[in-house]
């Protein structure tokens, strides 16, 4: 007799559960969709605004520099007004921009800051802005939570979803599973960044990933540090 091991997340297909999810769904559930920049948000507001109402929020204390973190927010909200526009897409999309706060991110990086990228530092600076947008969707009622992260290749999809619906449980909120690279989404984000022109950093965000080496990465990944960097 064979046993069978419990699937743990790296086995687990957080796409074929967003498609069923999604092939549930009845009417058009509000969505509180964590972002971290218009690039990575192309290809998840084009996909979902189908199916649900969403509104944006744009919280990451993580950007080093101010300038920079307003940037990325002015393009987020270009690229939503561009999105509101164009007829029949789906509904239509909100934002909230969130405070800049880095002193948050660095509270949670404490002791943290020579960790590789992908490492403890970055589960850390995922946990942050999930947590956030949970308590944010608990307050004002929504039904679901979510982020775009997941739509980069080196991002850790799998940790990303851990933490997703831990957060679900103390929140007693929805998380929406996702991996978004997955059905080509990765690739869709950049056909859509260069199409509307988008801004694409080419760091992550904290002043450890502007450090960091890109030379090493591929190509499309390196111009573009969210996508790049864990
Ligand atoms: S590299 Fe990116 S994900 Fe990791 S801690 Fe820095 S900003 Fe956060």
């Given at each position: 007799?064979?046993?069978?091991?419990?699937?743990?997340a790296?086995t687990r297909?957080?796409q074929?559960?967003?498609d069923?999810?999604?092939?549930q769904?009845?009417?058009?559930?509000?969505?509180?969709?964590?972002?971290?920049?218009?690039?990575?948000?192309?290809y998840?507001?084009?996909?979902?605004?189908k199916y649900?109402?969403?509104?944006v929020?744009?919280?990451?204390?993580n950007?080093?520099?101010?300038?920079?973190?307003?940037?990325?927010?002015?393009?987020?909200?270009?690229?939503?007004?561009?999105?509101?526009?164009?007829?029949?897409?789906?509904?239509?999309?909100?934002?909230?921009?969130g405070?800049?706060?880095?002193d948050?991110?660095?509270?949670a990086?404490?002791?943290?800051?020579?960790?590789?990228?992908?490492?403890?530092?970055?589960?850390?600076?995922?946990?942050?802005?999930?947590?956030?947008?949970?308590?944010?969707?608990?307050?004002?009622?929504?039904?679901?939570?979510?982020?775009?992260?997941?739509?980069?290749?080196?991002?850790?999809?799998a940790?990303?979803n851990?933490?997703?619906e831990?957060?679900?449980?103390?929140?007693?909120?929805?998380?929406?599973?996702?991996?978004?690279?997955?059905?080509?989404?990765y690739?869709r984000?950049?056909?859509?960044?260069?199409?509307?022109?988008?801004y694409?950093?080419?760091?992550c965000?904290?002043?450890?990933s502007?450090?960091?080496?890109?030379?090493?990465?591929?190509?499309?990944?390196?111009?573009?540090?969210?996508?790049?960097?864990?």
């Amino acid at each position: 007799m064979t046993t069978q091991k419990p699937k743990s997340a790296n086995t687990r297909n957080y796409q074929r559960e967003l498609d069923r999810l999604l092939e549930q769904l009845a009417d058009a559930p509000r969505l509180l969709l964590h972002s971290c920049c218009a690039p990575c948000s192309s290809y998840v507001l084009e996909y979902l605004r189908k199916y649900f109402a969403i509104t944006v929020f744009y919280y990451n204390p993580n950007i080093s520099m101010e300038a920079e973190y307003r940037r990325r927010m002015a393009e987020q909200k270009r690229l939503i007004d561009l999105f509101n526009q164009l007829p029949d897409s789906g509904h239509s999309i909100s934002v909230i921009e969130g405070d800049y706060e880095p002193d948050a991110f660095y509270a949670a990086a404490k002791g943290l800051e020579r960790c590789p990228e992908g490492g403890e530092r970055c589960f850390a600076c995922y946990e942050l802005r999930l947590r956030r947008t949970a308590a944010l969707a608990k307050t004002q009622g929504q039904d679901y939570f979510a982020t775009t992260l997941t739509i980069s290749p080196l991002k850790n999809a799998a940790r990303l979803n851990e933490i997703g619906e831990r957060l679900a449980q103390e929140y007693q909120i929805s998380w929406l599973p996702s991996d978004f690279k997955k059905k080509d989404g990765y690739k869709r984000s950049i056909a859509l960044s260069a199409k509307y022109g988008l801004y694409r950093q080419n760091y992550c965000g904290c002043v450890y990933s502007q450090a960091a080496d890109v030379r090493g990465m591929p190509q499309e990944a390196a111009a573009h540090g969210s996508g790049a960097v864990l």
